[in-house]
């Protein structure tokens, strides 16, 4: 006598009722353990945040229709506690950017351009291009800024000079001496007198008192202990 196996054949619509029922099972596992209130929450969060952004995006504009001055104002002031309720929530100034270069911009007209810088504030000529800067100049203790304007040396690339600094003390009680170059087409005579120096003053961070440069008779600055960005 055989044995007879007996495979059962489900159709379609019992295969779809036990789908549906895993479907339920999974879903009240997941209302147990909190995760679907998690996952509507965090989806409710993304949909604040995008229209948020939206709404910073393209600001609701007040209704011309109604002509009312009163209203148009109290919407621009209210459009204005949003955007900056929504600065202050995203830890971000979309002006600070453009403010910082105008700051920028302004210091370093201010002492290249003294005598036009009267002129510019009346609007009647439009303020001279300023030249370029090998790099902005930082204290490395403090990352305190020293220079906006300065020229990078041609052989150590981690020297500069300057002229005009800012938030530098010069050390006028010390001294530092450097021998100078000798030319090549002068004889050689006695070392002892031939030796001429050059003569500079430290000069120190006015923060932190971090030594960053020397300063010489030429009223230069030359700046060999710095943070250099680019």
Known sequence: MEDEYIVEEFSEDEYNSSSSEDDDIQSFIKKQCGLIEVEDDFETEMDKVMTAHLEKLHPPQPDEASGSSVTTQSAKAAAAMKQAKL????????????????????????????????????????????????????????????????????????????????????????????????????????ETSSIEYEIYNPVRCSMCNTEVAVYDAEEMYHFFNVLASY
């Open 87 to 190: 600065n202050d929530e995203l830890l971000y100034d979309p002006d600070m950017d453009d403010e910082d270069e105008k700051w920028v911009n302004d210091k370093r007209r201010s002492y290249i351009f003294p005598s036009a810088s009267g002129s510019t504030s009346n609007n009647t000529q439009k303020p001279k291009p300023l030249p370029n800067s090998d790099a902005v100049l930082n204290c490395p203790a403090c990352l305190c800024l020293l220079c906006m304007d300065c020229q990078r040396h041609d052989i150590y690339k981690s020297q500069y000079r300057a002229m005009f600094v800012s938030n530098c003390n010069i050390v006028e009680s010390e001294t530092l001496k450097y021998p100078k170059k000798k030319k090549k087409f002068r004889k050689r005579t006695d």
